[in-house]
Nanobody, 124 residues
Framework: QVQLVESGGGLVQAGGSLRLSCAAS????????MGWFRQAPGKEREFVAA????????SYADSVKGRFTISRDNAKNTVYLQMNSLKPEDTAVYYC?????????????????WGQGTQVTVSS
C-alpha cells in the first residue's frame, strides 16, 4: 500500500494554470503506476492521466490531452499534474492514485491506493 497526499488545488480563472502534487509514502511508490483522476459534482470519477515507472510511459484522457502533463520524481516520491489552459469543465476534486505494476506498463483502471483529493475550481 502507498499513502498519498495531494496538494496544489485552488481557484483559477479560465485559461490559467495549476500544478498538482501528490506526495507518496512507502517503498511501493517506485514500482507503481501513478494516476490522476477527477470527480465533478454529480458525475462519476473519471480517469485523467497516468504514468508508468521504469520506462516512463504516459496516458491521458482525450479531454485533457495537450493541456495537462503528468510527471514523477522518484527521488522525491512525488507525482505531478501540470494543468494548463484550464477550462470551467475541469472543475472537480482531483485524486491521486497508485497501482503496483510491471515496469513500463501503463494502467487506467483498478488503482488500489487513493489520496483524499484536492479541489480545483476554474471560473469563467
Amino acid at each position: 500500500q502507498v499513502q498519498l497526499v495531494e496538494s496544489g488545488g485552488g481557484l483559477v480563472q479560465a485559461g490559467g494554470s495549476l500544478r498538482l502534487s501528490c506526495a507518496a509514502s512507502g517503498r511501493a511508490f517506485s514500482s507503481s503506476v501513478m494516476g490522476w483522476f477527477r470527480q465533478a459534482p454529480g458525475k462519476e470519477r473519471e480517469f485523467v492521466a497516468a504514468i508508468s515507472w521504469g520506462i516512463s510511459r504516459t496516458s491521458y484522457a482525450d479531454s485533457v490531452k495537450g493541456r495537462f502533463t503528468i510527471s514523477r520524481d522518484n527521488a522525491k516520491n512525488t507525482v505531478y499534474l501540470q494543468m494548463n489552459s484550464l477550462k470551467p469543465e475541469d472543475t472537480a476534486v482531483y485524486y491521486c492514485a497508485a497501482k503496483p505494476a510491471l515496469a513500463g506498463i501503463i494502467h487506467r483502471t483498478d488503482f488500489s491506493s487513493w489520496g483524499q483529493g484536492t479541489q480545483v475550481t476554474v471560473s469563467s
